[in-house]
């Protein structure tokens, strides 16, 4: 019987090292293990600062509580996310207002946003997602990307980049072009910890606010109190804040994966080139567009969209690659048919027909760096003999 997930991590090369040396120093929470993972990756996406945390959900809350988001204000976030990006506006008090995304990329573009501002001249922030891996169009020759929107109207930028590592746009790294990057280590993201996080800014206000807020609202790092050798035992609270930090054990993990990057990204391109060009023929599949070079894109998802021609609904898909031992996802259910934010805000999907035709048909593809091959001839195989069987 064929087996074949839809995600797989691979796990096999410092990761158990760097684990044994953190067991060994006798002290597991964070410390020189987190410290360094910071500063690597601070360096691989060139920001100034980077703060390990132990989510990218609790990113993204530190993130709008460090822009000053608060009570009543309202926040643009794309409607095709995961829930994360919404959930933390709620956390503050504030209010999502969830935008439809472009056809083929599934990201917000620079018109979108211009005619979401025209209609909400008085939001606060955009949380931008580089949907799948690919960067949006944060910048451009023509000077009117996203950053220069927002600029102009006085808007902050956080990114949720949970799929965009390693990701980068003109050959600038994803992690430096908002206020305020988040990234994720989840255990089904391009480079994981397990749970984890990271955020990254060039602003150090908000990185020392941050820094305070990931542990209690505390004004310095509580792992020195206890290893530091001079009596250090006095600290002050200036803020009731979180417990979001990133423990050494993940960190060692991190470090590991962190070395794998480069090789995880080009065996998930490897996986996406196999899926463009033996796909390409299939009329009832709409493949994703890549607007930014093929090799600038993270590849963490492979999202495919069963269009009109299909003789299969998505359901009916995904039980069938199911039933052939292939794991599929879906990225996403949009956020205004969950019952939460549809009753909240009384949304209604007749307002988003972007998001309504990626819905009705999304299907993830199996992408990770260990699919073989032959797994993808099988998947291939699969998805045409589903589509051939299914006449009607
Ligand atoms: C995974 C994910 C998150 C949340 O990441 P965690 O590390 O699990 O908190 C947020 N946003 C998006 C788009 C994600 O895919």
Request: charged residues 20%; glycine residues 6%; proline residues 4%.
């Amino acid at each position: 019987m064929i087996k074949i997930p839809f995600s797989k991590v691979s796990c096999s090369r410092n990761e158990l090292k760097y684990i044994t040396e953190v067991l060994d120093c006798g002290w597991l929470t964070t410390a020189s293990k987190a410290l360094k993972f910071e500063e690597l990756f601070a360096q691989k996406v060139n920001a100034k600062y980077a703060c390990a945390v132990n989510s990218c959900t609790s990113a993204l809350h530190l993130g709008l509580e460090a822009l000053g988001v608060g009570q009543g204000d309202k926040v643009f976030v794309p409607a095709m996310t995961f829930t994360a990006t919404a959930e933390v506006v709620r956390y503050l008090g504030a209010h999502p207002v969830l935008l439809d995304v472009e056809y083929g990329t599934t990201l917000i573009t620079p018109s979108i946003l211009e005619k979401a501002i025209k209609d909400n001249p008085n939001v606060k922030c955009l949380i931008i997602v580089h949907y799948g891996g690919q960067a949006a169009e944060m910048t451009n020759n023509s000077k009117t990307g996203i950053l220069n929107i927002c600029q102009k109207h006085g808007i902050k930028i956080m990114e949720d980049a949970a799929h965009a590592f390693p990701a980068s746009l003109n050959g600038r790294m994803i992690g430096n072009f908002g206020d305020i990057t988040c990234f994720s280590f989840y255990a089904n993201k391009t480079i994981t910890t397990g749970e984890g996080g990271m955020l990254t800014t060039d602003n150090e206000d908000i990185y020392k606010r941050i820094k305070i807020m990931r542990l209690h609202g505390i004004n310095r790092d509580v792992w020195d109190r206890f290893t530091s050798d001079k009596p250090s035992w006095e600290y002050d609270v200036i803020a009731p804040g979180y417990k979001y930090n990133m423990p050494d054990l993940n960190a060692a993990i991190g470090l590991a994966q962190l070395e794998q990057a480069e090789d995880f990204k080009n065996e998930r391109l490897r996986v996406a080139k196999y899926y463009f060009k033996h796909l390409a023929d299939c009329q009832w599949i709409d493949l994703p567009i890549c607007k930014t070079d093929i090799n600038e894109h993270a590849w963490h998802l492979y999202p495919i969209v069963l269009n009109h021609k299909s003789n299969v609904l998505r359901n009916i898909f995904i039980e069938k690659m199911s039933e052939a031992g292939i794991g599929t996802s879906v990225h996403y259910k949009p956020l205004y048919r969950m019952t939460y934010y549809k009753e909240t805000y009384d949304l209604n999907p007749d307002d988003f027909p972007v998001c309504e035709k990626i819905w009705n048909g999304n299907v993830s593809l199996p992408i990770f760096p260990e699919l073989t091959n032959e797994q993808l001839e099988y998947i291939r195989d699969t998805i045409i003999n589903i589509q051939n069987n299914s006449k009607i």
